[in-house]
């Protein structure tokens, strides 16, 4: 079994890797395999929980001048509407709201993000009043 870089694998993880690997060079029984099979299960699993971590999110700073924060009360829909340019605030509202329902994208960052929040969801539109600095103050 070749040596292999694990990233993000955990202590015993990493020893019960290795461990294997010491064990099975030079030998063909089928109790070195069945344990190689299992450290090759762990270390996809290991490299799995890698590829599902959070994604990067790269944001794209506009000009001050540029820089806007709309926010529409849709009463037919009763929907308020939050639209930003301001990467603070994006990054606030991700954290307090969670994913955005739209984000305009140019090249691989985001340029804008927009959240709709149900008016039925009071304690979510109290917390981004209290806690986003929408005014940027």
Partial sequence: MKKTKIVKATEKEEKTIISVSKKTNGKDSSK???????????????????????????????NITEEETVINVLYWKEVISIYTTNVELQKQLLKILGNPTKEDVRGRSIVASRWDIPMSEKNKISQVLLKANILGL
């Fill in 32 to 62: 070195s395999k069945k344990e190689e099979k299992k450290a090759l299960q762990m270390m996809m699993k290991i490299v799995g929980q890698q590829n599902q971590s959070k994604k990067l999110r790269i944001y794209k700073e506009p």
